[in-house]
């Protein structure tokens, strides 16, 4: 009779040969085909359970074939809550249960109108606006204090769309609709002529533009240049002011030294009510809300009865208006004192509203209302009418989503904005794709509507139920075999591997961008148990393009079919893009060719065990030997107790000791980290199968057998044989 080493050997030299053969049988071929083609078809588990050939596949898979009978137990598992460490599978010692029902996810993905990525992406966006936004303002302002400085002729100014629209920008004069020919009528006017066409307009905006510049009517710059230092710090600080949308140390200063320079050409009420900016400065030194209209001002600044009775006295007392709001001859808008009291006033303001600004309270918003959306009609829903009543004052949902993609919120129409969020960004001629903004789709990529405006399932490079059993083995595997603040340690350090993985696979759209970030990479490859330095670049791009229907392609070909397994849990088509049809419902892409690789392998197995039931074991230890983090693990797995204990010729009621000792005694015998040298895997099975040759009688050719059967010559003692049993392996 061969041994049971020698039968092992047979099987596992070649595994994908011997697995090759197990799957071409007509029974196991069928089966497979008739799981791959149905298990997504069903949408809960009395369905599943109700379907027995899908269902008693997946058992065997899962080599729980013994408790296909057990429905209502398996039931019990199937709708743990795998994320409660008390739900029904994660109490069960054996960890089987737990591994089956996380292949599993009746629920379906879950649909929502944000990812945890795409919401994390989108907030670190609208944190960063902020700063941008300032560093936006210093750069533009650079570049044009550089540029003006060689502009000769108004035409030189005009024709350069990036001082235009600067110009434009710091008087709050629309960058879109302002004409060019317009705006060279205003510049050429004659300012001393009061039939000049900006005389004419009789809007002390166009006027204040036209003096901020030196242009002769013939649109040649005069003599000094086209503006002065004074000019230029007109516009210069009007850009900053104009710009800015938060209150900040840089922005106060500019308000300040615009506001010193517009207040001397005042002449009316009209004049300042009309510059934004100043009205905006008077605002905040004087404490009047947003609230409260322009014509309370205009008013205070009119009448002192008026001011008196709306509670704006001291604004009227800083300001030297006539009641019909003109300036009598020889008097300024304001005094130095005056100015100096109003400034006083706004930079102890600013400086309240500046120490006051915090990004908190509109992210805590976000995410508090985002969570609850399940329509683009939630997403457009103000604050004012939701059944919040302490954050009408924090900015909407859209505006905090747009801005972080550097869209102006009033350049947008709520009409306009469901009409983006509801088309599709892979369709070139949607919607979104033919406004030709990149930032709008970058905007519609961040949110998960469908056309009917919908909440669905996000659509990314790995689906989020697969990011977490991805992360959940990658922690696995770090932790295993650690104990104390070392086990801490590197939990913690993989939670943060884990956040970043997650976060990313909202971004990643190509398999091009998974394999450039070696961080990515690794995680992936160690969460299946795979060392990085084993695998190639060059090999992880042509496993990334094989066909997974292909027997023959290169990922299948390759003898560890977790690559294939690696491959199939990624969202991508055959161009390496996100596919934008389902991998998967009820089970993903992955997990499916893993359940059917698991079943592929307990079929041989048990072929296998119905010739020599030694030759099963080693198989299963030898497959299940990476995964064992501590000696629970071979207690709680009658297979894997077996095992160990005929390789080490324990007596069976070891299993009736108390199960502390039970680990201790599996502590003794094996180094648990030895599990993950296959060489050491080898020695503990050729040890397994000597001694199971012994137990059963078997009579072969294994050399181990020999010396162990005592078929050679000097013979060995009994007790010799059982010493050299209980020795603990090397």
């Known amino acids: 009779m061969v041994s049971t080493y020698v039968s092992y050997l047979t099987v596992a030299r070649d595994m994908n040969a011997s697995l090759s053969a197990v799957a071409s049988k007509a029974t196991v071929a069928s089966d497979t085909q008739y799981y791959k083609d149905n298990i997504n078809k069903v949408t809960s588990v009395d369905e599943f359970m109700g379907d027995y050939r899908l269902y008693s596949y997946a058992m065997k898979a899962y080599g ?17 809550d795998l994320s409660d460490s008390s739900s029904f599978a994660n109490k069960l010692s054996d960890g089987r249960y737990a591994d089956f029902a996380a292949a599993f996810k009746f629920s379906g993905e879950t649909k929502e109108a944000q990812s945890t990525a795409q919401e994390t992406n989108l907030l670190d966006a609208y944190q960063a606006s902020f700063d941008d936004e300032q560093d936006n303002i210093s750069s533009e302002t650079s570049y044009y204090q ?23 920008t710091s008087f709050g004069l629309s960058t879109d609709y302002t004409s060019t020919s317009f705006l060279r009528d205003v510049l050429t006017s004659d300012l ?11 809007d002390p905006t166009y006027l204040n533009l036209a003096k901020a510049f030196n242009f002769d009517t013939d649109g040649n710059v005069a003599a000094g240049g086209a503006q002065s230092a004074d000019q230029m710090s007109i516009v210069t600080n009007g850009y900053a002011v104009s710009s800015a949308t938060f209150a900040s140390s840089q922005t106060g200063s500019a308000y300040s030294t615009y506001y010193s320079a517009a207040i001397a050409n005042v002449s009316s009420v009209d004049d300042l009510m009309q510059d934004s900016k100043l009205v905006s400065y008077i605002r905040t030194a004087y404490g009047i809300s947003e609230d409260d209209p322009d014509n309370y001002i205009s008013a205070a600044l009119k009448n002192a009865d008026v001011a008196n009775a709306i509670g704006l006295g001291d604004l009227h007392d800083a300001f030297n208006f006539n009641e019909d709001g003109s300036l009598s001859a020889g008097v300024s808008a304001q005094t130095s004192d005056q100015a100096a009291t109003t400034s006083a006033s706004f930079a102890t303001n600013y400086q309240t509203a500046i120490a006051n600004f915090s990004t ?115 922690k696995q595997n770090k932790m295993r075999y650690l104990t104390g603040t070392a086990q801490t340690d590197a939990g913690k350090a993989a939670d943060t591997e884990a956040t970043y993985f997650r976060d990313q696979m909202g971004s990643i759209k190509t398999v091009s961008d998974l394999l450039s970030n070696s961080r990515l990479v690794n995680f992936v490859l160690e969460a299946k148990g795979i060392d990085p330095k084993s695998v190639s670049s060059a090999d992880l791009k042509k496993m990334f393009s094989s066909d997974l229907n292909d027997k023959k392609s290169f990922v299948n070909q390759q ?22 049809d389902p991998t998967g419902s009820v089970q993903q892409r992955g997990d499916v060719l893993q359940t059917v ?17 030694g030759v099963r074991l080693a198989l299963y230890f030898q497959r299940k030997a990476p995964t064992i983090s501590n000696a629970y693990d071979i207690l709680g797995d009658t297979a894997l107790m077996q095992f160990f204990t005929t390789t ?32 050491k895997v080898e020695s503990l099975i050729k040890r397994f199968t000597a001694m199971y040759d012994v137990k059963n009688g078997t009579q072969g050719t294994s050399p181990a057998l020999s010396i162990l059967s005592n078929s050679s010559s000097g013979g060995i003692s009994a007790d010799t044989l059982l010493a050299v049993a209980q020795l603990k392996t090397a």
């Open 64 to 80: 729980l074939e013994d408790m296909t009978y057990a429905k209502a137990f398996m039931k019990k598992v199937l709708e743990s």
């Open 146 to 168: 550089g540029a003006i400085a060689n502009v000769t002729s108004v035409d030189d100014l005009l024709g350069n769309t990036r001082l235009k629209n600067y110009v434009l």
């Open 192 to 202: 001393n002529d009061p039939n000049s066409f900006v005389n004419q307009l009789g």
């Open 360 to 474: 908190d309270d509109a992210i805590d918003n976000y995410k508090t209302r985002m969570a609850s959306v399940t329509s683009i009609n939630d997403f457009l829903k103000s604050n004012a009418t939701d059944d919040d009543s302490t954050n009408d004052d924090e900015p909407e949902l859209w505006e905090v989503a747009l801005r972080s993609f550097g869209i102006d919120p009033a350049s947008v129409s709520k009409s306009e904005l469901r009409s983006v969020l509801s088309s599709d960004p892979n369709d070139p001629k949607s919607y979104v794709n033919g406004l030709k903004d990149d930032r709008f789709v970058a905007f519609r990529e961040a949110f998960n509507f469908d056309k009917d405006g919908k909440v669905s399932v996000p659509l990314q490079a790995m689906s989020e139920s697969v990011v977490d059993d991805f992360a959940a083995a990658y």
């Open 559 to 580: 003898s560890d079919n977790r690559f294939a397994e690696i491959v199939a849990s990624f969202n991508f088509d055959k161009d390496g893009n996100i596919s934008k």
């Open 597 to 613: 690789n698991d079943y592929l392998e307990q079929t041989l197995e048990s072929d296998q065990g119905d010739e020599n039931t």
């Open 648 to 679: 080490f010729n324990l007596s069976s009621y070891v299993s009736s000791m108390d199960v502390d000792k039970q680990a201790d005694m599996v502590n003794k015998y094996i180094d648990l980290k030895d599990l993950q040298d296959p060489d």
